[in-house]
Nanobody, 127 residues
Framework: QVQLVESGGGLVQAGGSLRLSCAASARTFRSYAMGWFRQAPGKEREFVAS????????DYTDSVKGRFTISRDNAKNTVYLQMNSLKPEDTAVYYCAADRRPYSHFLKENLADFGSWGPGTQVTVSS
């Protein structure tokens, strides 16, 4: 099982940028599609973005398209989420997660399809 740790969260003004990182413990990281999710206070955890194990396919929820970019560096066992033009509604705890199955052919958005989760990093966007 892949162990994950997020970093890069913080407080930023609306319109600003942050880059989140998610470091994985296992070399098998490169075999798994990865996802970013977020959970705002009082709300359910929701899908934000995902990237294939090879890095050649990505998927985003509509509310972040054009503003967020997911990427990965398999040599560094790290996945990133570049967040630009941040809005107050982006405020949440952000989590990275690994697909339950290696070498998956399809990108997932359902939480149940992800088996390893990091502890999360807080992102707060002030208006």
């Amino acid at each position: 099982q892949v162990q994950l740790v997020e970093s890069g969260g913080g407080l930023v003004q609306a319109g600003g940028s942050l880059r989140l990182s998610c470091a994985a413990s296992a070399r098998t990281f490169r075999s798994y599609a990865m996802g970013w999710f977020r959970q705002a206070p009082g709300k359910e955890r929701e899908f934000v973005a995902s990237i294939s194990w090879s890095g050649d396919s990505t998927d985003y929820t509509d509310s972040v398209k054009g503003r967020f970019t997911i990427s990965r560096d398999n040599a560094k066992n790290t996945v990133y989420l570049q967040m630009n033009s941040l809005k107050p509604e982006d405020t949440a705890v952000y989590y990275c997660a690994a697909d339950r199955r290696p070498y998956s052919h399809f990108l997932k958005e359902n939480l149940a399809d992800f088996g390893s989760w990091g502890p999360g990093t807080q992102v707060t966007v002030s208006s």
